[in-house]
């Protein structure tokens, strides 16, 4: 399955709030910050709205326009990298993104990532596929115009 830009959108916001939303909120819980882990994944989903963009452009440009499943794994990496690299780097400036507790480890930051990220990368190639077979003949979309 080849997905649209659109269908990329709607896959992440749709994966990111049926699987992404409770498991943060075990993460909260187990954090006892409320709102970091929440902070967290709307930045996961905004930034990776914008990594969809690239990716649909590097996509195109290959020979036969596929995005195999491991692309998409170290897409996902390279996105929780880029997301740590940036807090790491206000950090070292004692400053933070909006939302987002200083005192939050690379531990934490870690367990949640990839915690989010690696059941939604699972669930991305075998749920949709099993209970939607129509969702890979439309490039990924749920929703089409």
């Known amino acids: ?30 954090y006892r910050d409320p709102r970091t882990p929440f902070v967290l994944l709307g930045y996961v989903l905004l930034l990776g709205c914008g990594w969809d963009v690239f990716y649909d452009d590097l996509q195109k440009r ?50 949640h990532y990839l915690t989010v990220f690696l059941i939604t990368w699972v669930a991305a190639h075998s749920l949709p596929l099993l209970l939607f077979p129509h969702w890979r003949f439309h490039g990924g979309q749920w929703f089409r115009q």
Do not use: K, S, Y
């Open 1 to 30: 399955m080849t997905p649209t830009l659109a269908g990329r959108w709607q896959t992440r916001f749709l994966l990111l709030t049926l699987l992404g939303l409770p498991i943060t909120a075990v993460f909260a819980t187990l």
């Open 62 to 111: 290959r020979w036969n326009h596929d995005w195999p499943p491991l692309f998409a794994l170290l897409a996902g990496l390279w996105e929780g990298f880029c997301l740590w690299a940036l807090l790491a780097l206000l950090w070292t400036a004692n400053q933070t993104l909006p939302g987002v507790t200083i005192g939050l480890t690379n531990g934490r930051f870690a367990a």
